[in-house]
């Protein structure tokens, strides 16, 4: 497993789990869970997280840009024009390139804005941003996304926060079989079981943010992530067996005494 890294735009990463910073009780708490999960990104909500008033406590205080790739998301952005803006602003401030895009189209089930998404996406690639995209699980839409310059595909497994789990494996196994971009699921998941089937499903990571920071405790939901994520990944590599509808003994029949 050594060599087994997640690649996200040319960037190489041990972790295939990337857990986002919001929600937590405090900062101090999301700084030790994220330490406790291994994971190398997290994800920060440029339009709801201090970045620049230091009379105030900043994220980066407690999370080290320099050990931890940080990657700016669009959350709470309902348009192209609000996405845009957001993530210019946090290239402006940070000097990032390497971006969550995620345009949302309702504010009670934060479905994505796919017509949105994709605009955004073609116009943030001509500009020398590198895209990671938060969609809908649909395999055609996921292949529109990568034609457009997406460096990475983040379909939802359920509504954000619901903790429903993956509710479409068909849709998932389709689109991994069709890009050779990084897959990771994003949002919905809800106990670390949840990160196993996404990564035995051939994904190469996964996003968590609620099930960790609103577990009961959230440092230990963080440990089972990150061993949850190395489990289906190691199963994934190691080949499952076939299905079938009979029965095949574990012991041979050469040599029944």
């Not at 050779?180 to 699921?185: E, F, S, T, V």
């Amino acid at each position: 497993m050594g060599k087994d890294k997640l690649i996200v735009a040319n960037k190489k990463f041990n972790s295939r789990l990337i857990v986002g910073t919001g929600k937590y009780k405090s900062m101090s708490e999301c700084a030790k869970a994220i330490e406790l999960s291994g994971a190398e990104i997290v994800t920060v909500a440029v339009r709801r997280v201090n970045i620049s008033n230091r009379k105030k406590p900043l994220l980066m205080d407690f999370i080290d840009p320099k050990k931890i790739t940080y990657l700016p998301n669009t959350a709470g952005c309902f348009n192209s024009t609000e996405a845009l803006r957001t993530l210019r602003l946090a290239r402006e401030i940070g000097g990032w390139k390497l971006v969550k895009l995620e345009v949302l189209g309702d504010k009670k089930n934060l479905f994505p804005e796919m017509i949105e998404t994709l605009k955004s996406t073609e116009i943030l690639t001509k500009e020398g941003f590198k895209v990671m995209v938060y969609c809908n699980d649909d395999p055609l839409m996921a292949k529109r996304l990568e034609s457009a310059g997406a460096c990475a595909i983040m379909p939802l497994a359920a509504p954000i926060g619901s903790g429903l789990g993956i509710q479409n494996k068909i849709n998932i196994k389709i689109i991994r079989n069709q890009t050779k971009l990084p897959l990771i699921i994003d949002a919905g998941l809800g106990q670390a079981s949840d990160a196993t089937i996404a990564m035995e499903l051939g994904c190469d990571g996964v996003l968590v943010n609620t099930a960790i920071a609103k577990a009961k405790k959230p440092f230990d939901m963080a440990v089972a992530f990150k061993k949850a994520v190395e489990s289906g990944r190691l199963s994934f590599l190691s080949g499952r067996i076939e299905k079938t509808l009979q029965g095949s003994p574990s012991s041979p029949k050469k040599g029944i005494i």
